[in-house]
């Protein structure tokens, strides 16, 4: 069974240029989340989605922040414009449902110069 | 709010050492108590889980126990071994939520050596 994909695996970009990241959650998944997770700290959820409505987004900065998950599959995580301190690791993960097992991609690095 | 505290890291054990990584949490209710493993160059796994007091969750070795009067959730191994080298991350979901959100703590590493 295929995992969760995410690309570009690494993103380099200067502060106030925007980003876009792609997420392809296992077949079958109605729950999918994004996760922010800085240097030495743990994952901190962005916004969840089920099927292709959202559950919680009250950790998602919307000023520069947005993302979507169109016919409940694919999602894409943008940040417009991107700051220094949004550098991370940004990592989706998806489960059957909301209180199922999640499982995560590898994660995008994202480094704001 | 809920949140979860582990031990800092990094912790260096040799080779067949008995491992023990602390894990506290603060929550209301009864959540869902969780340790995933981050091996290098790869991405989040669930190692473990226990859904209620006193349950003991447990793979490849591991184990925890859900304590609820103490309010933790550590993580033991009776034997490391070079290959369980990674960062583990203690996580909880908040079950009254209902919705699965994970919060995790910072993550301890674990370094074993021959």
């Known amino acids: 069974e295929a995992g969760v994909a995410q690309s570009p695996r690494y993103k380099i970009i200067e502060k106030r240029q925007s980003v876009a990241f792609w997420c392809n959650p296992i077949?079958?998944?109605?729950?999918l989340y994004w996760y922010q997770q800085i240097l030495g700290q743990g994952p901190k959820l962005l916004i969840q989605?089920?099927?292709?409505?959202?559950?919680?987004d009250s950790q998602l900065p919307k000023d520069r922040f947005s993302a979507e998950r169109l016919k409940g599959v694919d999602s894409t995580l943008k940040i417009q414009p991107a700051k220094l301190e949004d550098s991370a690791v940004y990592l989706c993960?998806?489960?059957?449902?909301?209180?199922?097992?999640?499982?995560f991609g590898p994660g995008t690095r994202l480094l704001v110069l | 709010g809920d949140s979860v505290t582990q031990m800092e890291g990094p912790v260096t054990l040799s080779e067949e050492a008995f491992l023990t990584i602390n894990c506290t949490y603060t929550?209301?209710?009864?959540?869902?108590l969780f340790w995933y493993v981050q091996y290098p160059g790869e991405g989040l796994q669930l190692l473990l889980k226990?859904?209620?007091?006193?349950d003991k969750g447990s793979n490849k070795g591991f184990e925890a126990t859900y304590r609820k009067e103490t309010t933790s959730f550590h993580l033991e191994k009776g034997s490391v071994q070079v290959s369980d080298s990674a960062v583990y991350f203690c996580?909880?979901?908040?079950?009254?939520?209902?919705?699965?959100?994970?919060?995790f703590g910072q993550g301890t590493t674990l370094q074993v050596k021959p």
């Open positions: 993960a998806s489960s059957l449902g909301r209180e199922e097992t999640q499982y």
């Open positions: 077949s079958g998944h109605a729950t």
């Open positions: 989605f089920q099927n292709n409505g959202v559950v919680d």
């Open positions: 929550a209301t209710g009864y959540p869902s």
């Open positions: 226990a859904t209620k007091a006193d």
């Open positions: 996580a909880l979901a908040h079950g009254s939520s209902n919705t699965g959100k994970l919060i």
